[in-house]
């Protein structure tokens, strides 16, 4: 019941227009164009059909649309079919629709069906030397939500972090630990305590460059895999960073089914097996490389260094072919400043006949003073971003609610805090930069606490009335008359093939701009549209019940909670 929705439309009417042009004698054209008209006077549909068929019939689209009206026949679903001008416009009836739509909306509207496939996505994927900032945040918020409306829309999502344990930083982190006196503060947070360390290691290689000798010495003897203390202390300092990591993700609201480490992968042999197989295309002087000019990239691929050790290309290779080989797609979400590493990527793996990542590029965020660094320990933290945030909500909470006891103050801030920031990086493509702005973000005028408040209006409306303690009605016999009710059920209408649609193009934008739009109608209408005490009080109530829904369901796509008071 829930396709029965807005896509319907849209099929119905392309349905009456390809069988009145059959009746006609012409030939249906591919990619019937049916949009929404700027003014709903025009209709709720419009096709430019006629223009599409003019090229070939070679007469006036105007003609073309009197000739289309004289046969079309429409579905129950609309109430009638005229022209303005050569465009041929579909009226809805919604006395029929805005039944259906009200009826469909259950807990968990907007779930598609089960589409039998698995996906593989990886995101966050930090290295571990350091807390998360905000240069990291869009990575994980994009593929968090992004994993959220893939399950909503009926695939079976397995969500990793790749976890670097054998990068450089590490190294520089261990030798840290055996030259230097920082001592790590058992009291504080993991991850921050190792990015100090990571920050003192940098000064001193920036003092002393020649240590750089001793840090690949003890990259080297890690991965041979024969010092056993040397391991575990690598092991030791990213499982603490991680720990620190995970207690931001999760504040956050960002999951992970797994964290994959990259030495695996040199310890079950994968890597030794990926250099076999690709042993006919790589070529030898000091490194073990891969020359691909002939592939249209004018960059060897290296795979192997003089000292014998492997690159993190090398092992991500290995990464790659294991998430191929245990899901239908694998989806990787990265910088911008990947590009090169995963078109490199591409060939060996293409050359193995092993599927290629979807990959779902981003720009940087950057603050308005300029871009941040790890190694110059010139960042934001995305735990003092969340502080921050959580703490100005509570703010304008607090002038706003001063009735409510502090603990329910503070819930409703963190709620509005972190949603603030997830919004704010949900609602731009990831192919936009952002400069991070506090006023924007956490504007309580426009943005992620509009929607919310919207929620927590249909929660107190629902609450005042009593609805939850009311036998539900079925509708059908009431109509819908005020035009805020029938834009907003229009709306509502639309939730299912926003989902649709942000699966088949792996973007979360457009469903925070839907949000928007949604929470919009829903403002309109409860300012505008009286409810309880009406002679339609039921009807109305369910309006409000099913906003409430589609406005909680929509929100937590984006890894958002929805207040149900502020």
């Given amino acids: 019941m829930v396709n029965y929705m807005y896509r319907t439309l849209i099929s119905e009417s392309i349905k009456s227009l390809e069988n009145a042009i059959s009746t006609l004698g012409w030939e249906v054209p591919e990619g019937i164009k049916i949009e929404e008209p700027p003014n709903p006077n025009l209709g709720d549909l419009a096709s430019s059909v006629s223009f599409q068929l003019a ?95 893939l399950k909503y829309a009926g695939y079976k999502v397995e969500t990793q972090y790749y976890v670097n344990d054998m990068g450089r930083q590490i190294a520089m982190i261990v030798w840290g630990i055996y030259n230097l006196e920082y001592k790590i503060d058992p009291e504080g947070k993991p991850d921050h305590e190792i ?93 073990v490389y891969m020359d691909l000019n002939e592939y249209g990239i004018e960059k060897e691929l290296i795979l192997i260094r003089s000292d014998g050790t492997s690159l993190y290309s090398t092992r991500d290779l290995a990464y790659h072919v294991e998430k191929s080989e245990n899901s239908d797609r694998s989806i990787d979400i990265l910088g911008s400043d990947h590009k090169l590493a995963i078109e490199q990527l591409k060939i060996p793996l293409e050359l193995l006949g092993i599927k290629t990542p979807e990959v779902i590029f981003y720009e940087f965020i950057t603050l308005p003073e300029g871009s941040m660094s790890t190694r110059r320990g010139v960042f934001i933290s995305v735990d003092d971003l969340m502080e921050e945030a959580i703490e100005r909500a509570m703010q304008e909470i607090e002038k706003r609610r001063t009735d409510l006891e502090y603990s329910k103050r503070s819930k409703i801030a963190e709620q509005v805090g972190i949603g603030a920031i997830r919004y704010y990086i949900a609602r731009l493509s990831p192919e936009k930069h952002i400069v991070f702005k506090w006023d924007e973000a956490l504007s309580f005028e426009r943005g992620c606490a509009s929607i919310q408040y919207s929620h927590a209006r249909a929660c107190k409306l629902l609450e005042k009335a009593g609805y939850n303690k009311k036998e539900k009605i079925k509708i059908n016999d009431w109509i819908l008359e005020h035009p805020f009710e029938i834009e907003l059920v229009k709306i509502i209408s639309k939730f299912s093939s926003i989902i649709e649609d942000s699966a088949r193009i792996n973007r979360v934008h457009n469903i925070a701009q839907y949000s928007q739009d949604l929470a919009g109608a829903f403002n309109k209408f409860y300012k505008s549209v009286p409810v309880i005490g009406s002679e339609k009080e039921d009807l109305r109530l369910s309006v409000v019940d099913k906003s409430r829904i589609t406005i909680r369901n929509c929100l937590k796509l984006m890894g958002i909670e929805a207040p149900d008071s502020m």
């Fill in 55 to 149: 090229k070939n019939l070679k007469r006036p689209p105007m003609d073309i649309t009197n000739d289309i009206l004289e046969v079309i026949e429409i579905s129950k679903i609309f109430k009638k079919v005229d022209s303005k001008g050569p465009y041929i416009n579909f009226f809805v009836n919604y006395d029929k629709f805005s039944k259906t739509v009200l009826n469909s909306v259950k807990e968990d509207y907007g779930k598609l069906e089960d589409k039998n496939s698995k996906i593989i996505l990886e995101h966050t994927s930090a290295n571990p030397n350091g807390p998360l900032h905000i240069g990291h945040i869009r990575n994980s918020i994009i593929g968090d939500s992004l994993a959220r409306v």
């Fill in 195 to 287: 990015g100090k360390l990571y920050f003192q290691v940098n000064e001193e290689l920036r003092a002393n460059p020649d240590l750089k000798s001793e840090i690949s010495a003890i990259l080297k003897r890690y991965e041979k895999g024969e010092d056993k203390e040397l391991e575990e202390l690598f092991e030791d300092v990213v499982k603490k960073c991680l720990e620190g990591i995970s207690i931001t993700c999760d504040k956050l609201n960002v999951m992970h089914d797994a964290f994959i480490w990259e030495s695996r992968f040199i310890k079950n042999g994968s890597v030794a097996q990926i250099l076999k197989s690709l042993d006919g295309y790589t070529q030898k002087n000091e490194v």
